[in-house]
């Protein structure tokens, strides 16, 4: 057995964002940090365009401890600077200590009672996090080596995140798939490992074809269209399966749009778990308030785009997309492109290969010479890859989302946490803040409720998601973001109302900053 440090008692696997969190968090355990590629970042690294920025102004989108730098700066940040802040904050934390690169998990083994494994009254058997011996083995491989080498922790942090990695690619009956094709597939991830001037020349007076329409496709077509300038540029087609709403920018008619669903009046107007009898008759009197928000949305989005044009108006209210953390910023210049011909856009619920391109369900042909797969990432196939039998077969509920109690610990999955599986207006926040409360369970402040409860809780957030969304699988907790992180700060003992005054926690957003560590946590283990 090889011990990669006698003091090393948690295993954090995923060297991004939330394992960089988690780090943080848990630095008083001296945890080991396995990151798989040369590098840290996650998707920022290794899923990004040359053209990719964050979709939230800078202020909503950093550490509680480690503001931006120009956080007054109006642009949104490119995926160079947010690297570039990333790394700062490893180095600030002293965090690379932690890191070790180039070690890709490959299997994780269960120490404990394989009979009674995570089917107890009690999570973990006694609902401890850390029971001072070690509970989960985890095989690494380093570098080009291929030898497997085994480590054993107390506890395993799961950061391997929902995108990047493993591509989610269509499946099609034999002769309409890609080997009919005459030209290249390729899926968004193939295109993220080129250089700028590879994919310049990749799509440079070529016939290309996007399918999707979300902000990977939005940004790839743009891409493309930019490449194709000129009299022998070709235009980018757009296939089209189901529509979202896309947003310029963060106004509304003038008004700033955290008003419609970042503050506590906000939330208000929308369903939340556990919200009680009282609770829940308001919200449903308060229906038609909440339907005329997203329809004032909505005219400004009719207005300001040519969504009619194009037939890109969705069908379904915009609360939807906000609901299911699938609101999209569109880049300045996609529809002046569309205007320009160089976009344009099909749609389309089925579609297949033909020799020279891709076939719709109307029978319209669209030639092509490359077809690229904006069709997101099998971000659950990757955990299943790594977990052991029966575990790997508990990463999805009936309704296909995982079912993470405050986001974190699956209810039978002992002594093992998850982080950054369930999304929000800003992952980054919700990521920190769950491993603060994750950093409480461990040195024993928070108490888990027993596993049948846990379940419960999980279950009432998915039938609330079901009444919400129908897009309700991607489990994203935006319209009731903040009761989340009451329920955080209420079992880790802070105080839940974080504003100053009753008008600020009325009318002002939320962000990392109003979560900055109390003074009761800063204590040197």
Not at 384 to 393: A, E, F, I
Request: hydrophobic content about 35%; proline content about 5%.
């Amino acid at each position: 057995m090889v011990g990669l440090r006698k003091e090393s008692r948690v295993a954090i696997i995923g060297g991004g964002i939330s394992g960089l969190a988690a780090a943080k968090q848990l630095a008083w355990l001296n945890p080991t940090v396995f990151e798989a590629t040369s590098s840290i970042g996650g998707v920022w690294r290794h899923c990004s365009y040359r053209s990719t920025r964050l979709q939230t102004p800078r202020p909503d989108y950093e550490f509680s401890d480690f503001p931006w730098p120009d956080r007054t700066d109006p642009t949104f940040p490119t995926y160079k600077e947010i690297l570039d802040y990333l790394e700062s904050y490893a180095t600030h934390f002293d965090l690379w200590r932690f890191v070790k690169l180039e070690s890709k998990v490959v299997e994780i083994k269960y120490l404990g009672d394989e009979k009674n494994a995570g089917f107890s009254e009690l999570w973990s058997g006694n609902g401890q996090a850390l029971n001072g011996r070690p509970m989960w083995e985890v095989g690494i491989v380093t570098g080009q080596s291929a030898t497997v080498e085994w480590y054993e922790f107390e506890f395993v942090v799961m950061c391997l995140g929902k995108y990047g990695d493993v591509p989610k690619m269509p499946v099609f009956p034999w002769g309409r798939g890609p080997e009919v094709f005459d030209g290249k597939v390729l899926h968004t991830l193939d295109y993220c490992k080129l250089k700028e001037e590879e994919t310049k020349e990749l799509m440079k007076g070529k016939k290309v074809v996007v399918i999707g329409y979300k902000k990977s496709a939005i940004d790839l077509a743009l891409e493309c269209a930019e490449a194709n300038q000129g009299l022998d540029g070709q235009p980018c087609t757009m296939v089209i399966r189901t529509l979202h709403w896309v947003v310029p920018s963060y106004s509304i008619w003038g008004l700033p749009f955290y008003l419609f669903y970042s503050t506590r009046s906000s939330q208000f107007l929308h369903e939340r778990p556990n919200q009680g009898l009282f609770r829940s008759l308001l919200s449903h009197l308060l229906t038609p308030l909440k339907t005329g928000v997203s329809k004032f949305i909505e005219s400004y989005l009719s207005y300001k785009l040519p969504l009619e044009k194009y037939g890109l108006k969705p069908e379904h209210a915009f609360h939807e997309d906000y609901a299911s953390c699938q609101m999209a910023i569109l880049p300045e210049n996609f529809f002046s492109e569309a205007d320009a011909g160089r976009i344009r856009f099909e749609k389309s619920d089925k579609w297949w290969f033909w020799e020279k391109g891709v076939v719709l369900e109307d029978g319209t042909k669209l030639e092509a010479d490359i077809v690229f797969c904006a069709t997101g990432y099998e971000g659950k196939k990757k955990l299943r890859s790594v977990l052991p039998k029966p575990y790997n077969g508990l990463i999805e509920n009936n309704s296909g989302m995982m079912p993470l109690y405050r986001g974190t610990i699956h209810p039978f999955i002992p002594n093992m946490a998850f982080v950054g599986y369930i999304e929000s207006v800003s992952n980054l926040h919700t990521s920190e803040l769950r491993c603060r409360w994750l950093s409480s369970l461990l040195n024993g402040r928070v108490k888990l409720p027993g596993a049948a409860d846990m379940l419960k809780e999980v279950n009432t957030e998915t039938e609330v998601m079901k009444r919400t969304t129908r897009f309700y699988k991607r489990h994203c907790i935006s319209t009731y973001s903040i009761q989340h992180s009451d329920d955080m700060c209420r079992e880790m003992g802070w105080e839940q109302w974080r504003k100053g005054n009753w008008f600020s926690e009325a009318f002002s957003p939320y962000n990392n900053q109003d979560y900055k560590e109390e003074k009761s946590e800063l204590i040197n283990f």
